[in-house]
C-alpha cells in the first residue's frame, strides 16, 4: 500500500500490539522495547556504477553521481548501535549488526573510503560485507583485508578464476545470477571451477513484478527436484538449499518482500534513511540520525 509516494509502514504501537498477541511478523522491524530487531543495515555509498546489469535493483543508478558522506554514516552507526538489535543466522552466528555496502559499484568511491568505513565499523565490533561486480580487481584486492565478506557478481563461471589463488578466499563469496537465459551446463560449469571457493552461490532472481524468472527447463527440473531440501532463512523471506557444493538462494514469493522489510534499514547517499527501494524519502522508524 502507498501513500502519496511514501510507502506506509505499520506504526511502533502497531508493532508492539502484534509482539503482545505473539503475531510478531519478521517481515517488520520488531520493537523489543528499547531496541528494533534487524537482519542486516544497508548503505548505498553511491549511485554510480562501471556495469549495467540487467539484474540490478537500483533504480537510480548512474542517475545521480552524489557520494555519501563519511559522518552520515558515523551518525547512521551510533543509531544502529543505539536502537537496533540484529537477528542471529547462519552467517552471523553471534547476533553482531551487519553492515553491507552497496551502490551502485562501491568500489568507485575507492579503497581508502570503503577501509574508512570498515574500521569505523570494526571499531564498534559490527560485521562489514559489501557486493561488487569486481571489474576494478586491484581495488577488490585492496579492500579484502579490511572486509569480513566481498560478495563478487560474475557474469559467467570463469569470470571466477581469477579470484581463485587469492589469500583472502574464506573472505570471498562467489555470486553467479541465474537468468532466463542460464542453462544447466553453466550451471554445472560454475560447480566445477569453484569447487574449491569455501563460499560460492548461484541466485534466482525476480523480474520486475517480483516474480521469480523462469529457469530453463533443465535447471528448474535440478533446482526443484524433490532430493533438494530447502530451509527458510530467519526472516522468513529466503531460502536456501545446497546443491553440488554450491549455495542456492531463492526468494520465497510473498507480497511483502525482503528488500522492503523495515528488517532491513537503508541508507542512501542522500543522507536519508529508510526500508524500500521504491523512494530515497526520509523514513526515521528506528529514529532521526
Known amino acids: 500500500m502507498k501513500i502519496l509516494g511514501i510507502l506506509a509502514f ?9 509482539k503482545k498477541q505473539n503475531k510478531v511478523s519478521f517481515g517488520n522491524a520488531i520493537d523489543t522495547g528499547a531496541k528494533f530487531t534487524i537482519d542486516h543495515a544497508d548503505i548505498l555509498v553511491t549511485h554510480r556504477c ?6 540490478c535493483i537500483d533504480k537510480w543508478v548512474n542517475k545521480y553521481k552524489q557520494i555519501i558522506s563519511f559522518d552520515i554514516i ?6 544502529l548501535d543505539r536502537n537496533t538489535v540484529s537477528v542471529p543466522s547462519p552467517v552471523n552466528k553471534e547476533g553482531r549488526t551487519l553492515i553491507n555496502i552497496l551502490g551502485g559499484e562501491p ?20 560485521l562489514m560485507w559489501t557486493s561488487t561486480n569486481g571489474i576494478k580487481t586491484e581495488t577488490v584486492k585492496r579492500i579484502l583485508p579490511n572486509f569480513d565478506m566481498v560478495h ?9 578464476i581469477k579470484w581463485a589463488d587469492s589469500e583472502y578466499l574464506n573472505r570471498i563469496d562467489i ?32 523480474d520486475l513484478h517480483r516474480k521469480e524468472i523462469k529457469m530453463q ?8 527436484g524433490s532430493d ?3 530451509t527458510v532463512a530467519p526472516h522468513g523471506f529466503q531460502k536456501y538449499a545446497d546443491v553440488y557444493g554450491v549455495t542456492i538462494k531463492r526468494t520465497i514469493q510473498e507480497d511483502n518482500h525482503f528488500a522492503d522489510s523495515q528488517m532491513i534499514p537503508r541508507l542512501y547517499p542522500n543522507g536519508n534513511y529508510n526500508c524500500t527501494w521504491e523512494n530515497e524519502l526520509n523514513n526515521p522508524y528506528l529514529g532521526e540520525l
Open 10 to 18: 505499520k506504526s511502533n504501537s502497531q508493532i508492539q500490539n502484534n
Open 50 to 55: 562501471n556495469k549495467g546489469c540487467p539484474t
Open 74 to 79: 558515523k551518525k547512521y552507526f551510533n543509531l
Open 107 to 126: 568500489t568507485v568511491v575507492g579503497e581508502e573510503f570503503l577501509n574508512q568505513i570498515a574500521e569505523n565499523a570494526h571499531e564498534r565490533n559490527f
Open 152 to 160: 563478487i557478481t560474475v557474469d559467467k563461471p570463469e569470470d571466477a
Open 175 to 206: 555470486k553467479y545470477p541465474c537468468t532466463e537465459k542460464t542453462s544447466l551446463e553453466d550451471f554445472l560449469r560454475f560447480v566445477n571451477i569453484t569447487k574449491d571457493f569455501p563460499n560460492k552461490k548461484m541466485i534466482v532472481y525476480n
Open 217 to 224: 527447463p533443465e535447471l528448474a527440473a535440478l533446482l526443484d
Open 228 to 230: 533438494v531440501k530447502y
